[in-house]
DNA sequence: GTTACACATAAGCACATACTTATGAGTCGT
DNA sequence: ACGACTCATAAGTATGTGCTTATGTGTAAC
């Protein structure tokens, strides 16, 4: 999936809120729904999105279907940022903190 | 601004493209128009929103508006991105690298 | 087999958004 | 002062997008 696209998968803020939901494990897609105001057939619509996208994988088990955080798919955004982090002095040292943390 | 709009920002290929021009040094809103296909006022509309999202800064000279990357504007969309990072183990290293050849 | 369930797809609708042309506001050159 | 210019804003329009209800497909329970 390329860049052109997952900036507009992840412009709607439900998706992103999704997302979030699944950053902390994997869900079924009536597991989601809980906390939005949205019926099944828009979740579902979603969850095609993203997966479109390579953001979310799809495990099938029987009538359910688990997503979860499929990490390669924030490659084409994290490639597309690093051009702007090229002159991006001021925040370099945040970043510096931040794999410090995430090395311990 | 915050990351709810910053998405949706850049989710029109156009107004990455102006970015990515931007990205290769300051340029008026005219020099902007060249090499694409639209009219003065939907330049002018396009820089108004990254403008509004801090993506990009104005300094007024006379009658020319000259605009630039605001690498600030970025730091959301790097925060939100971090989160996913977090288990993203296999691409660490390669920021590691980007990180090592900016110290030089 | 039949019913209930989990999810996907189809069709239609309401709203958002990116475009256009027309015009306004301010600046420079003569 | 006037005309040419750079850019911003207004108003209208066409297309895109996310939602809904209705229906289809496949699985589990009885």
Request: proline share 5%.
């Amino acid at each position: 999936m390329s860049e052109i696209e997952i900036f507009k998968v992840l412009s709607d803020p439900t998706r992103r809120a999704i997302l979030e939901r699944l950053s902390a494990g994997e869900a079924t897609a009536t597991d989601l729904r809980e906390g939005f105001a949205i019926t099944q057939p828009a979740m579902s619509q979603h969850l095609a999105v993203l997966r479109g996208a390579g953001l979310v994988s799809e495990r099938r088990e029987g009538r359910y279907a688990h997503y979860r955080v499929d990490p390669e798919g924030f490659a084409p955004l994290h490639a597309w940022l690093a051009r702007y982090r090229a002159f991006w002095p001021s925040r370099i040292d945040n970043l510096k903190d931040l794999l410090r943390e995430m090395d311990q």
